[in-house]
């Protein structure tokens, strides 16, 4: 069972996967509790290492790279997470909910020579686009509250 780190505090990273100058953008399926059929970047909330026996460092790099490959089906390595590819910090605190959230921005670059159908979405997602930085004004991202999104795109260029 999926836990975010605590009932109070999550860290909600995302990242910008970029391949000859487009980004891949998902669909979010019509049944997500946030933003349903809007789109979004890989990546979601850390969980919390329930089965870990000995003290860990950077858990946040092996945590997107595993929610990217759960998302995408794709391999991207824990050291692609470093402070050099970090594209957006910011942090939210919702008051009625009483929960404080760490939001990170990563731009991963892909080779070029990656085959883009390599792509196989999970169920979280229904559909999948490459598109280029100057048109994220087509897409939903739910309005408002998936504006950080669009800043973590911006910021990858």
Same mark, same amino acid.
Request: overall charge negative; charged content about 30%.
């Given at each position: 069972?999926?836990?975010?780190?605590?009932?109070?505090?999550?860290?909600? *990273?995302?990242?910008?996967?970029?391949?000859?100058?487009?980004?891949?953008?998902?669909?979010? /399926?019509?049944?997500?509790? @946030? +933003?349903?059929?809007? $789109? !979004?970047?890989?990546?979601?909330? @850390?969980? $919390?290492?329930? @089965?870990?026996?000995?003290?860990?460092?950077?858990?946040?790099?092996?945590?997107?790279? +595993?929610?990217?490959?759960?998302?995408?089906?794709?391999?991207?390595?824990?050291?692609?997470?470093?402070?050099?590819?970090?594209?957006?910090?910011?942090?939210?605190?919702?008051?009625?909910?009483?929960?404080?959230?760490?939001?990170?921005? $990563?731009?991963?670059?892909?080779?070029? #020579? %990656? #085959? +883009?159908?390599?792509?196989?979405?999970? /169920?979280?997602?229904? #559909?999948?686009?490459?598109?280029?930085?100057?048109?994220?004004? *087509? %897409? !939903?991202?739910?309005?408002?509250?998936?504006?950080?999104?669009? #800043?973590?795109?911006?910021?990858?260029?």
């Amino acid at each position: 069972m999926k836990h975010q780190l605590t009932q109070n505090v999550k860290l909600l *990273q995302k990242a910008v996967l970029l391949h000859n100058g487009k980004v891949l953008i998902l669909q979010r /399926d019509e049944s997500s509790k @946030s +933003r349903p059929l809007c $789109w !979004d970047l890989p990546g979601g909330n @850390s969980e $919390w290492p329930e @089965s870990a026996t000995e003290n860990l460092e950077n858990m946040h790099q092996t945590d997107i790279a +595993r929610e990217i490959k759960e998302e995408t089906g794709l391999t991207v390595f824990d050291q692609h997470f470093t402070f050099e590819n970090m594209t957006l910090f910011r942090t939210f605190f919702e008051a009625e909910k009483k929960l404080y959230s760490i939001i990170v921005g $990563w731009r991963v670059e892909l080779p070029g #020579d %990656f #085959d +883009r159908t390599q792509v196989k979405l999970s /169920d979280e997602h229904i #559909d999948h686009k490459w598109i280029a930085a100057d048109e994220i004004h *087509q %897409f !939903d991202f739910g309005g408002k509250k998936g504006d950080f999104v669009k #800043d973590i795109i911006r910021g990858a260029f």
